[in-house]
């Protein structure tokens, strides 16, 4: 009978991840993907078991932004591979004392762990962060730029239910402008070679998108949900000031949000996706969460799973002077 190890050894195939840190989809080649989607896979069939995969590994997840399912799906994914997980938030550290977040995260490397998770409001600190640490960094969402393990796992479950990502026309609908969520979606689908295009009003939608990315743009909901196979709804960040580019949540229901009716206008196959936390009846109808075409709560298990992934490939080298050292 097959060990977990031997499983894990076959599904990865003598297989590496190309990049020590994983702080944008970017840095990831088609390779990495493939790699960690296929562990992810993995993962996910084994559930609830636990493996001491990573038992002499420490895991800091630094949230210095409020944050449930990412950091609650990072730190369970730690402790089923065997990690030590030490979790700090925003309202507990140093930061709030005036300390830099360079300088933090300078104290945390000090104790020697193998992954740093770091969720924070500022864009770009994840990426400064791995340029000063030994420990690997994992972005969990910085600012309005990116964040990668929801990428990965929205990728993840489009493909679980197409069986690839390849040709499929996928709509992003909601707040473009203020949306990690999205800087992910959109580079690891086209790097998947799905085809994107994007609903929202103009005031939400960031200015010279399509020189960053290729796509169609709509201000029409009904006409972008035409030959859709994945519609993909975002929520109104109000905490990030959108609603100072919409008249109201109401109005931006009643002329984008996704009804029944106005889901039937995509393919019959289409599925309806959404990051959370869902704000029900204004950017998807309470209708719809339920059904089978939503993959809302299969989301949150591929992120699960898609995390173990990470952490496992992640936790067992550590940087040296830009070198990579095995730690097993």
Do not use: W
């Amino acid at each position: 009978m097959e060990t977990y190890l031997e499983k894990i050894n076959e599904t990865r195939k003598n297989r590496d991840l190309s990049v020590s840190d994983v702080v944008s989809i970017d840095d990831l080649s088609k390779k990495d993907i493939d790699l960690i989607l296929d562990l992810a896979k993995f993962f996910k069939e084994t559930g609830n078991k636990k493996y001491s995969l990573l038992q002499d590994a420490t895991i800091f997840n630094a949230f210095f932004e409020d944050s449930t399912r990412t950091r609650s799906s990072f730190e369970l994914a730690g402790k089923k591979l065997g990690a030590d997980v030490i979790n700090i938030s925003g309202g507990n550290t140093s930061v709030k004392k005036r300390e830099t977040l360079l300088d933090t995260a300078e104290v945390l490397n000090s104790m020697r762990p193998e992954v740093v998770v770091i969720r924070t409001s500022k864009s770009g600190v994840p990426y400064t962060i791995a340029k000063h640490i030994k420990a690997a960094v994992i972005n969990a969402g910085d600012g309005c730029h990116e964040h990668p393990s929801q990428g990965l796992l929205d990728a993840l479950t489009i493909k679980e239910a197409f069986g690839r990502v390849q040709g499929l026309n996928v709509l992003v609908t909601g707040d473009i402008l203020h949306s990690r969520v999205f800087g992910s979606l959109a580079r690891i689908i086209l790097k998947m070679g799905a085809n994107l295009k994007i609903a929202a009003p103009y005031t939400l939608i960031p200015r010279g998108i399509k020189k960053v990315f290729k796509l169609e743009i709509f201000n029409n909901i009904e006409k972008a949900l035409t030959n859709t196979d994945v519609v993909y709804a975002l929520r109104v960040q109000e905490e990030r000031g959108s609603n100072c580019f919409i008249p109201t949540l109401r109005e931006f229901s009643k002329t984008f949000g996704i009804s029944e009716a106005r889901f039937r206008l995509a393919n019959k196959n289409a599925i309806l996706m959404h990051p959370g936390p869902l704000m029900r009846d204004i950017e998807v109808h309470s209708a719809l969460v339920g059904k089978s075409e939503s993959k809302y709560f299969n989301q949150v298990e591929n992120g699960l799973a898609v995390r173990s992934a990470l952490l496992y490939l992640l936790a067992r080298p550590i940087k040296t002077n830009n070198k990579i050292n095995n730690l097993v």
